[in-house]
T-cell receptor, first 113, second 116 residues
Framework: AQTVTQSQPEMSVQEAETVTLSCTYD???????LFWYKQPPSRQMILVIRQEAYKQQNATENRFSVNFQKAAKSFSLKISDSQLGDAAMYFCAYRVSIGKLTFGTGTRLTIIP | GAVVSQHPSWVICKSGTSVKIECRSLDFQATTMFWYRQFPKQSLMLMAT?????????EQGVEKDKFLINHASLTLSTLTVTSAHPEDSSFYIC????????????FGPGTRLTVT
């Protein structure tokens, strides 16, 4: 069974600084997707960034980027120039091409003004 | 991006009654919809997957007779919690996907259910 592990229950960062959230996963599949979702206090799940496993290039979305290490089964999220609005729960998720999303346990990110 | 709505956003019901939660994809046709449950400070746990016009596939440990899912159209799925008990109190989130192989899933805003 696929599992997704987020080893950091909580993280904090000073506003305008950079923070990296960790995620590892376990799979025997070669073709899959990885995601980072943000869940602010409103509880609405928001897609932050997506990575296709077949792509070697790390995905980037503005201040958000990932470090995808396929052999190590690692998928970390880097948030640059942290803003107060980045405060939220962040969930790493995995999905085989045709299948269901498996979520990690989440990391609560606090932004210190 | 695509929009998924849920109704109601919160509901309080008495123990033993049933409550229905609706999930709608507003601007796209969702061939597959998912229902998740989230307890406080925990992750999302998939309850079931439903495809339009067919029976839902429930995850292990989820009582299909208690959590009735109907995906009657490409834009509407409903979750009915039957004979609700206080332990069913939780945050329920639906998600919709256009096509099985496409990566993007769109999430609804969630429904908070409190059973008294």
């Amino acid at each position: 069974a696929q599992t997704v592990t987020q080893s950091q229950p909580e993280m904090s960062v000073q506003e305008a600084e950079t923070v990296t959230l960790s995620c590892t996963y376990d799979t025997s599949e070669s073709d899959y997707y990885l995601f980072w979702y943000k869940q602010p206090p409103s509880r609405q799940m928001i897609l932050v960034i997506r990575q296709e496993a077949y792509k070697q290039q790390n995905a980037t979305e503005n201040r958000f980027s990932v470090n995808f290490q396929k052999a190590a089964k690692s998928f970390s999220l880097k948030i640059s120039d942290s803003q107060l609005g980045d405060a939220a729960m962040y969930f790493c998720a995995y999905r085989v091409s045709i299948g269901k999303l498996t979520f990690g346990t989440g990391t609560r990110l606090t932004i210190i003004p | 991006g695509a929009v998924v709505s849920q109704h109601p956003s919160w509901v309080i019901c008495k123990s033993g009654t049933s409550v229905k939660i609706e999930c709608r994809s507003l601007d796209f046709q969702a061939t597959t919809m998912f229902w998740y449950r989230q307890f406080p400070k925990q992750s999302l746990m998939l309850m079931a997957t439903s495809n339009e016009g067919s029976k839902a596939t429930y995850e292990q440990g989820v009582e299909k007779d208690k959590f009735l899912i109907n995906h009657a159209s490409l834009t509407l799925s409903t979750l009915t919690v039957t004979s609700a008990h206080p332990e069913d109190s939780s945050f329920y989130i639906c998600s919709a996907r256009l096509g099985q192989a496409l990566p993007q899933q769109y999430f609804g805003p969630g429904t908070r259910l409190t059973v008294t």
